[in-house]
């Protein structure tokens, strides 16, 4: 299909709330990804996965979590959204798991927490 | 964290050159590459450098050099379709870290 896809879009959600994005690729890649990116503050990591079952903390993990069941999916959960988390949301997959693979994008989600 | 610096904005003009400059400080280094981005996508791949040296694709041409700590992004022959964001992103422990891009704006 389309490599890597996310959902939504865009979303507006009210402090407090829980809110999962949804990421999924069709690559068969082994290692995924989410960064927030910021004005200013470039692509930031999330948390990542280098293969189904496993998962670990990137640079700004703090009141986000994630799980990787399967391979394609990984979706990214923030538990009770607060204003700071608005951000554009960007899923990543790798062929390989030693950062030496070129990463492939998701179209992103653009989050805004009120 | 990583330190990584490029210039937040640059201006050339049609057919012109223009070139990226992205220094870093890390440890457990493997790499950098750099990414285009246009206003509103997703980041795309434009190349790797994991030797010291210049690598060239078509108008693009990425250079490394690991004792500097210094890499740059040359795009040749520039074209509108070229105005976009440039990032620099370091492989560090098996982890990429980001610059905070730079803009890029081609005029007629």
């Known amino acids: 299909i389309a490599g890597i896809t996310q959902a939504p879009t865009s979303q507006i959600l009210a402090a407090g709330r829980r809110m999962t994005l949804r990421c999924t690729q069709d690559?068969?890649?082994?290692?995924m990804y989410w960064y927030r990116q910021d004005l200013g503050l470039g692509l930031r990591l999330i948390h990542y996965?280098?293969?189904?079952?496993?998962?670990g903390k990137g640079e700004v993990p703090d009141g986000y979590s994630v799980s990787r069941a399967n391979t394609d999916d990984f979706p990214l959960t923030l538990a009770s959204a607060v204003p700071s988390q608005t951000s554009v949301y960007f899923c990543?997959?790798?062929?390989?798991?030693?950062?030496?693979?070129?990463?492939?994008f998701g179209p992103g989600t653009r989050l805004t927490v009120l | 964290g990583q330190n990584i610096d490029q210039p937040t904005e640059m201006t050339a003009t049609e057919g012109a050159i223009v070139q990226i400059n992205c220094t870093y400080q890390?440890?457990?280094?493997?790499?950098l590459f750099w990414y285009q981005q246009h206003a509103g996508e997703a980041p795309t791949f434009l190349s790797y450098?994991?030797?010291?040296g210049l690598e060239e694709k078509g108008r693009f041409s990425s250079f490394l050099s690991r004792s500097k700590g210094y890499s740059y992004l040359l795009l040749k022959e520039l074209q509108m379709k070229d105005s976009a964001s440039y990032l620099c992103?370091?492989?560090?422990?098996?982890?990429?870290?980001f610059g905070a891009g730079t803009t890029v704006t081609v005029r007629a």
């Open positions: 996965s280098n293969t189904a079952g496993t998962t």
């Open positions: 990543a997959s790798s062929a390989g798991t030693s950062g030496a693979n070129e990463q492939f």
């Open positions: 690559m068969r890649h082994n290692a």
């Open positions: 450098n994991v030797l010291d």
């Open positions: 890390t440890s457990g280094f493997n790499g």
């Open positions: 992103a370091v492989n560090s422990d098996y982890k990429l870290s």
